[in-house]
């Protein structure tokens, strides 16, 4: 989602000035964004959430 909102502010600066622009996106906390709701939970409740398959919503990416 952030590389997404940065490639579009990029191609509207570009489209503005004309001049291009180096998009660069930091895999660590995008990770740490979409898992940040297991995490908590983890971390309230003590037990590990229990494995997601690939029919659940949650994993809309």
Known sequence: MFGAIAI????????????????TSALY???VYLMGQ???QTATTGSPPP???VRVA????
């Open 29 to 31: 906390e995008n990770v």
């Open 58 to 61: 949650a994993w809309a990416v």
């Open 51 to 53: 494995p997601m398959s």
């Open 8 to 23: 579009l502010a990029a191609l509207q600066e570009r489209r503005v000035t004309k001049r291009g622009q180096k998009v």
């Open 38 to 40: 297991h995490m908590a």
